[in-house]
């Protein structure tokens, strides 16, 4: 009798401990998204008409967000922390760029800026890392990489995450203009980044808005950013382009592009699911100030 006590008093202190950890710590898997949110900011700049949005279009972008049950974000083209916890919420710790440090504002503009960077749930344990510096050209305002590690609490290796705004401007093929040569250096940084993960056999993600089609067959970038590599996979090479967004010529209409330029690139040892667009309605697109890209979703299992 007392050894059965014992055993019950031993399992009740077993689901105890279980019960007081994080969410994070015992998940099975993880949600990500990467989203570009279009000149998100706290307060409207009128020469950039996407910046301009009410409490209601916040609203909707709070409940799109929502839908993704995204357990860490990265997100593109965000002005502020407080604007981001306009979509988020107060569950997300926010993680903004290194440019927008105070020891950076020679690298910020005078109005409006576009930030990479992270809300990450509050029950993850994470590390923020330097941000990878994709600027050609010295000083450059913009294209840095946010870079932060996941802890999975010594289960598997930390999973190490960026979030990406490459060059726009070359979207396929490469030509000889400047857009697609400082695209050229970007890749041949990150694939430089990629070959330090696989050298420490480090899980890696990469994702956010690249401006351009990776999953082209023979795409020369997707070949440059993997030159030398044997564990990195382009997670959303058949993900479809399904986004509908409000059309510039017309606002009263949507458009929907027919290539993917928002991807998720993860190394080969991590189990997934297909990324996938969470898409908008044709009526709120119409309706309220979105984005001119849809989140893109995944989970690592």
């Not at 990467?34 to 996407?50: F, H, K, M, R, V």
């Not at 082209?216 to 090479?237: F, H, I, M, P």
Request: proline share 3%; glycine share 4%.
């Amino acid at each position: 009798m007392l050894e059965k006590l014992k055993k019950s008093l031993a399992f009740a202190w077993v689901l105890l401990l279980i019960s007081a950890l994080p969410s994070g710590a015992y998940a099975t898997s993880i949600n990500l998204t990467t989203w570009n949110i279009a000149w998100l900011s706290a307060q409207s700049y009128p020469q950039y008409s996407e910046s301009n949005r009410r409490m209601d279009d916040f609203s909707s972008l709070s409940g799109y967000f929502n839908k993704t049950h995204a357990d860490i974000l990265a997100f593109q083209e965000v002005d502020s922390a407080e604007a981001i916890k306009k979509v988020v919420g107060a569950d997300y710790h926010i993680v903004l760029s290194d440019r927008a440090l105070t020891a950076n504002s020679h690298r910020q503009f005078n109005d409006i800026n576009q930030y990479t960077g992270f809300a990450i749930r509050k029950s993850f344990t994470f590390h923020n890392h330097p941000d990878i510096d994709l600027n050609p050209s010295h000083n450059g305002k913009l294209r840095f990489a946010s870079y932060i590690e996941i802890d999975r609490n010594n289960t598997k290796p930390n999973l190490h995450v960026l979030s990406v705004h490459l060059k726009a401007g070359c979207q396929g093929a490469k030509r000889n203009n400047r857009s697609c040569k400082l695209l050229e250096q970007q890749g041949t940084m990150l694939n430089q980044w990629i070959k330090d993960r696989q050298s420490n056999r480090d899980s890696f993600v990469i994702m956010g808005d690249f401006n351009h089609n990776l999953a082209y067959r023979g795409d020369w970038l997707w070949e440059q950013l993997t030159q030398g590599t044997a564990n990195a996979v382009l997670a959303s090479a058949n993900s479809k382009a399904k986004c509908e967004v409000r059309s510039n010529k017309n606002p009263t209409q949507t458009h929907r592009f027919r290539n993917l330029i928002d991807h998720v690139i993860v190394s080969s040892d991590l189990a997934f699911s297909e990324p996938a667009q969470d898409t908008f309605s044709k009526n709120d697109v119409i309706k309220y100030q979105l984005s001119d890209h849809c989140p893109v979703s995944l989970s690592i299992k």
